[in-house]
């Protein structure tokens, strides 16, 4: 029998420097976050799942998490980003299939404002990975992007500028979804992760830190219903002002909102986890997690592909006032 997660999201503050344009929004929703492990076989010597864990963050808050599981399970905290996650390690014997459900009650605020933070590793969101490269071909197509800008948040500007003019939202041409910096600048095509590998890779190269951020995006014209899949965006770091969001692909899908993507934080979503290249807790057996949003599993060391996840949601509450 299927288990659900249930997720409770409402909506977040966001402040511009104009107090007639600043809304306090709020939203409250059920979502379920339901992973689905089957077809183990049953001459495994042992099999290890690990998931995200939403968090409180800056712009959420869990009010409340529920963790329902076929299997024991423990739940750790990787060091690097801080991501929380949940663990479960079986061995013989096996059952043919492993059931999660996660149900979370969460607040989440739109916000127009930099979001403030204490001092952070800036190394962290300033290096090259495997996938968002920051080589000599990015350094030198930034410093062309942001020539003439003096100031972060104009460079910032600038590149999610470039990133809108050069890409276009596409899931037919092969190679999309990875995150693939070198490939978003030779095809122009890809997901939110292409749009935003290429956004944080040209900001890391002007010196800008940068970081990814992955979560579940709540439909913002319906009231209940299933849902597809992720959502990705992006933060860049300006002194004196904070982390400043971006969301260069649904810029791109609603040119009408391009200036409200850079800048603001929309309620319409609930953070999984940040960064990319993610050494797992306990450590996995497999390269770093490329993405971390789907479960991830090892069978005897070796990544097990049959999975199935299903994301389910229902609005609950929703309410928008005037500052």
């Known amino acids: 029998m299927r288990k659900w997660i249930v997720l409770i999201v409402t909506p977040l503050l966001i402040l511009s420097d104009s107090k007639s344009e600043a809304r306090e929004s709020e939203r409250e929703f059920e979502l379920t976050y339901h992973a689905l492990i089957q077809e183990i076989p049953p001459d495994a010597k042992q099999i290890r799942i690990w998931i995200p864990l939403a968090r409180t963050e800056a712009n959420q808050r869990i009010l409340d998490r529920k963790i329902v599981a076929s299997s024991p399970y423990q739940i750790f905290q990787e060091p690097r980003y801080g991501n929380e996650i949940l663990h479960l390690f079986l061995k013989p014997p096996l059952p043919q299939k492993i059931d999660v459900a996660i149900t979370y009650h969460v607040t989440v605020e739109e916000r127009r404002n930099p979001l403030q933070e204490t001092p952070f590793q800036r190394r962290l969101h300033l290096g090259s990975g495997q996938w968002m490269v920051v080589d000599e071909r990015i350094q030198g197509l930034s410093k062309e992007v942001t020539q003439g800008k003096v100031f972060p948040l104009e460079q910032g ?56 951020k992955i979560g ?65 807790v306990p450590k996995q057996k497999g390269e770093p997690v490329n993405i971390f949003f789907y479960p991830y599993v090892e069978l005897d060391g070796k990544p097990f592909q049959r999975v199935e996840t299903e994301f389910q949601f229902r609005d609950v509450h929703a309410k928008q006032k005037e500052v």
């Open 216 to 280: 579940i995006p709540i439909p913002e014209q319906e009231s209940e219903g299933k849902i597809p899949g992720y959502h990705c965006w992006a933060e860049f770091y300006v002194d004196g002002k904070g982390w400043i969001s971006v969301d260069a692909s649904e810029a791109w899908k609603y040119p009408e909102k391009r200036e409200y993507y850079f800048g603001t934080y929309d309620a319409n979503r609930l953070l999984i986890s940040t960064g990319r290249n993610i050494q797992l």
């Open 157 to 212: 500007r600038a590149i999610y500028d470039y990133v809108l003019s050069h890409m276009q939202y596409d899931k037919t041409t092969p190679g999309w979804g990875n995150g693939d910096t070198a490939r978003a600048c030779l095809v122009g095509k890809g997901n939110c992760t292409d749009f935003h590998s290429l956004f944080i890779s040209l900001a890391r190269a002007s010196k800008i830190p940068s970081r990814f």
